[in-house]
């Protein structure tokens, strides 16, 4: 035994056949030659699979709205009057929202002008212009917080339509 109390195994040089010892060997190695060398080997080792989580749920929705989680058949049910109310509110407040996907630009402040059965007109502030957006579209709507405006994400995005020069509602 050494000073270090650990038992030297000399190596043996497969070129010039010197006698050395690893453990003073490895403490002269750069820790990037160290670390590759551990990842090498593990690579080289089966990792046991991760199991995937129980991932969503079967036949339940949540609504886009409110923080209700249904089953198909009651979303099918409260899925309009829910987002209704929810846009109505927005309209009645005068609120500011923000629509999300849509293309590049720094004004993405929105109105809610009318809601119908099937469709909500915003009102884009900056330039004036309505578009209508299907209720089916709408994926979800975050709540205000920091006094920074209400989210409306959607299914498809706003996209600037240089042809015509406005604003329009695309799921492509």
């Not at 109105?111 to 209508?132: C, F, G, P, W, Y």
């Amino acid at each position: 035994m050494t000073p270090d109390h650990h038992e030297v195994n000399r190596i043996s040089c497969p070129r010039c056949n010197f006698q050395f010892d690893p453990v003073e060997f490895a403490k002269k190695l750069p820790d990037a030659v160290l670390i590759a060398e551990r990842a090498r080997r593990n690579s080289r080792n089966p990792q046991r699979r991760r199991v995937a989580g129980p991932g969503r749920p079967k036949d339940v929705a949540r609504c886009p709205s409110c923080p209700g989680v249904f089953t198909l058949v009651e979303f099918r049910d409260h899925l309009v009057p829910c987002l209704t109310a929810k846009l109505q509110n927005f309209k009645s407040a005068s609120q500011r929202i923000h629509v999300s996907p849509m293309d590049s630009t720094e004004y993405r402040d929105f109105h809610v002008t009318e809601v119908r059965a099937e469709t909500v007109t915003l009102h884009k502030l900056s330039n004036m212009q309505d578009i209508e957006v299907p209720l089916r579209a709408i994926r979800e709507i975050t709540p205000a917080v920091n006094n920074q405006p209400s989210v409306m994400t959607l299914r498809g995005y706003l996209r600037w339509r240089e042809d015509v020069q406005r604003w329009r509602f695309s799921t492509q």
